[in-house]
């Protein structure tokens, strides 16, 4: 059988693990295929790396020229972002060339408009590393869920972020001290908005989303809420309680439609999800039929995500012969199937609630904050009063029963209009994870 062809585009952290388990399980890949696959031409920044990485594979200088070899049968985008590389894609698919790609903002932004461009000219689009990295996450959404109803997924899907909330937990450090920490052991860009403000990880449960309910990717439609503000007295007053917080990215089809949010949250420090550390990741998905399922491992770094590149090359092998009828669907469901729906905005959300209130230390403030809550329909589950702080004042910790998130916001307003309320309310949402 013929030798499989790839074009390679980026030699960065994941490029370059990709030629590396090219190059080291290359005989194990050929066993499995029945053919051989090598990287026949590449395209980086720089010359010498593609040398150093690619010594076999012609070296190509523009991408949009690399797209259109006769000698390229797949294209591995590894570029990132949505400039250069949404363009490089679209023309590798007009060429008929099949795609994998680990560029999670690309689908997630544009994915609608390259499937469609995709199936337009019968071509496979794969993209496991695209989400927690070498975890087989889309592969089990796509084929080993497949007779079931998904119900929901919740995730631990940025490395970054969630090593900082395991070493404030862990040190009792402050965000800023452990951010710098994380910069400085490569976990955490220059930059690390993307990551800590939760734009990765909305990213990631935006094309879970899709797959799991056969819609369109909306990134547009998920709620972004980061961990920048959250206080190490949070984290400390959550394990009190028996909670851990983590940054999750959470879809949930409801009565309501459907949920797609990423933001810290409250989990019961006995469920396996509160106890996935550092850098790691993990996503939970519920099911009609096989309950819940729980997926753990690397979700970066550059021989786990190579590992997914290269699951994705093999995968098109395997088909690249076969009628469009018999691949698996981009979205898992039919195109034909793939239907709009409508996504439930977060003051229709139903949640339980953990509320910091810092406040006077005098007679009457809880009973004031009681029935502006219970004025608003939020019932409280439980209440504690930490140590009295300077200037007489107090900090309050309040656990709500389930509620629309719209009722708590307006009991916080209610509350922080009063002169004993001395800051901005902490509001932390809590899951169960139940459905």
Known sequence: MQTINIGLLGLGTVGSGVAQ??????AEIARRLGREVRISA????????????????????????????????????????????????????????HIVTANKKLLAEYGNEIFALAGKHNVMVQFEASVAG???????????????????????????????????????????????????????????????????AGHKITIMSALAFGTPVNFGACYLEGISQLDSRDIKY??????????????????????????????????????????MNAVRVNADMVGETLYYGAGAGSLPTASAVVADLVDICRLISADRENRVPYLAFQP??????????MDEISSSYYLRVRADDQAGVLGTI????????????????KA???NHQAEIVILTH??????????????????????????????????
């Open 42 to 97: 590449v395209c980086d920044s720089r010359a010498e790396r593609a040398a150093q990485w690619c010594p076999q594979a012609t070296f190509v200088a523009n991408p949009m020229e690399l797209v259109q070899r006769d000698d390229v049968d797949i294209v591995v985008e590894l570029f990132g972002g949505t400039g250069v590389a949404k363009d490089v894609v679209l023309k590798a698919i007009e060429s008929g060339k």
């Open 134 to 200: 070498g975890i087989p996450v889309i592969k089990a959404l796509r084929e080993g869920l497949a007779a079931n109803k998904i119900q929901s997924i919740a995730g631990i899907i940025n490395g970054t972020s969630n090593f900082i909330l395991t070493e404030m937990r862990e040190k009792g450090s402050t965000f800023k001290d452990v951010l710098a920490e994380a910069q400085k052991l490569g976990y955490a860009e220059a930059d690390p908005t993307f990551d800590i403000e939760g734009h990765d």
């Open 238 to 279: 959550a394990e009190e309680l028996g909670y851990r917080i983590k940054l999750l990215g959470i879809t949930r089809k409801t009565e309501k439609g459907i949920e797609l949010r990423v933001h810290p949250t409250l989990i019961p420090e006995s469920y396996l999800l509160a106890n996935v550390n550092g850098v």
């Open 336 to 345: 034909s199937d793939v239907q709009q729906a409508n996504f439930v905005s």
């Open 402 to 435: 389930h509620t629309i998130e719209k009722n708590v916001k307006n009991a916080i307003e209610a509350i922080e209009s009063q002169e004993c309320v001395r800051e901005p309310i902490i509001l932390i949402r809590m899951e169960s994870l139940n459905g």
């Open 21 to 26: 388990v090219l190059r080291d399980n290359g």
């Open 388 to 390: 009295v702080l300077d």
């Open 370 to 385: 009681a029935t502006l809550l219970a004025r608003e329909g939020v019932s409280i589950e439980a209440l504690i009063q």
